[in-house]
C-alpha cells in the first residue's frame, strides 16, 4: 500500500467539512446540557448561605439552638419569594410618617365643630390655635385614639392625640392639649364618632388650651415636626402654616379661629 500515495488524494475540503461538523456537533452537547442545569437567582443563592450557615453553627458545637428557627424561617420566605417571582422595591405609603401624608385640607364635609359644646375666647395662633373658656371638646370625626397623656407630656399638661378615619383629612393626627381632662374611659386605640366628647377644658387654666395637627410622633405637632416652629417663633408669635390651616378648619366647621399676632412662617 502507497501511504504516501493515499495521503495525497485526500480531499482537504472535506477533512475541513467534518472538522466543521464536529465542532458543531460538540456545542450543541455542551448548550444542551447547560439548558438543564436550573437557573440559581440571587434569592437562591441568599437561602443557601443561611443554610450553609444553619449547618456551620451545629457542627461548631451550638446545636439546634431556638434562635435558628428564624433563620429558617427567612430560608422559607426566601425560597418562596423566589418562586414568585421579582418583587417591586418601590416604597409604600406606609413607609412614609403620618404627618407628611396629611393634606391639611379645609374641607368640613362629614365634619363636626370640636367647640361646639364649649364658650370659648380665640387667641393667638402658634403650632395650633390656643383658646381660653370652658365646656367639652369633641371629636372632629371618626377617629382613633392614638396617644393620651395626663402628665409629662411635654406640653403645660395633658396630651390627647387622635387619628381621623375619614373625610378629606383621613390618615391625618389632631390633638388637644395643656388645660384638658380626658373624658371617662377615653383610651388609646378606642375608636371615636365625629361629635363625640373627647374632654372637659379646665376653666382658668393658667395657659389656657391647644388644638391643631398632631404628628403622630409622642406629643409632637405636625408645626414642629414639620420645621415650621421653634423657640423663636413661640417668642414672636409667628402663626404657623400647621396652626393656619387648623384655624382655618375650625372656621369652616362654625367655630372661632384664632387670632394672628405675629407674621407667617415660611
Keep these: 500500500m502507497d501511504t504516501a500515495r ?56 451550638n446545636g439546634p439552638q431556638d434562635s435558628t428557627l428564624p433563620a429558617r424561617a427567612d430560608v422559607s420566605a426566601a425560597l418562596s419569594s423566589s418562586r414568585a417571582g421579582p418583587q417591586s422595591t418601590a416604597p409604600t405609603a406606609a413607609a412614609s410618617p403620618g404627618w407628611a401624608s396629611c393634606p391639611l385640607a379645609v374641607a368640613p364635609q362629614g365634619y363636626a365643630n370640636p367647640l361646639a359644646g364649649a364658650v370659648v ?49 383621613a390618615g391625618c393626627y389632631v390633638y388637644y392639649a395643656e388645660g384638658v381632662i380626658p373624658a371617662d374611659g377615653l383610651h388609646v386605640g378606642q375608636t371615636v364618632s365625629a361629635g363625640q366628647p373627647l374632654a372637659t377644658i379646665i376653666p382658668k387654666y393658667p395657659s389656657g388650651i391647644e388644638l391643631g395637627w398632631g404628628a403622630g410622633t409622642a406629643t409632637k405637632a405636625y408645626a414642629k415636626v414639620a420645621g415650621q416652629w421653634s423657640a423663636a417663633d413661640d417668642h414672636d408669635n409667628v402663626a404657623s402654616p400647621a396652626g393656619r390651616s387648623f384655624s382655618a378648619l375650625i372656621a369652616a366647621l362654625g367655630g372661632p379661629p384664632g387670632k394672628v399676632e405675629g407674621s407667617a412662617a415660611a
Excluded at 444542551?32 to 450553609?52: D, E, K, M, T
Excluded at 380665640?122 to 390656643?130: A, F, K, L, N, S
Design 6 to 61: 493515499d495521503h495525497a488524494r485526500r480531499d482537504p475540503w472535506r477533512e475541513s467539512a467534518e472538522r466543521s461538523r464536529a465542532r458543531r456537533d460538540t456545542r450543541k452537547r455542551a448548550v444542551s446540557a447547560r439548558s438543564r442545569v436550573p437557573v440559581v437567582g440571587p434569592r437562591i443563592v441568599a437561602a443557601l448561605a443561611l443554610l450553609a450557615a444553619i449547618a456551620a453553627g451545629t457542627l461548631a458545637g
Design 121 to 169: 375666647k380665640p387667641e393667638r395662633i402658634d403650632q395650633g390655635v390656643d383658646y381660653a373658656g370652658s365646656g367639652t371638646l369633641a371629636a372632629i370625626g371618626a377617629g382613633r385614639v392614638t396617644y393620651l397623656a395626663t402628665s409629662e407630656s411635654g406640653w403645660p399638661g395633658a396630651f390627647i392625640e387622635y387619628q381621623l378615619l375619614d373625610g378629606a383629612d
